[in-house]
């Protein structure tokens, strides 16, 4: 399984693409696929089907798509677009903004 500098709910900023200058918080990561779901980014339509015992209505609901982990940077607060970097502190493996030095939060 290979391993992405981005985690779920970072700020990332998108670098190409029709939603190109976009930021927005990363919703959730699929490392095997290479891709994230960033909220409010690609966006899309797709149609619900009503369900008769359910009492769900049918239409046309909006959701996010994936987008590719090349297409995205992650954002420090002090420099913006960061390169990532990994540095060791004892047992722990911490990423850092290289730019700036500053360290980026780990959820895990």
Known sequence: MPSLSIHRNDTVKVLAGSDR????R???VFPDKGTVLVE????????????TGQRTKGGIAEQESPINVSNVALTCSNCGVAHVGFKTEGESRV???KKCGQDLPTKK
């Open 21 to 24: 200058g976009k930021t927005g």
């Open 40 to 51: 409010h980014v690609r966006v899309v339509k797709k149609t619900i089907s009503s369900k």
């Open 95 to 97: 990423r850092f903004c």
């Open 26 to 28: 990363v919703l959730r």
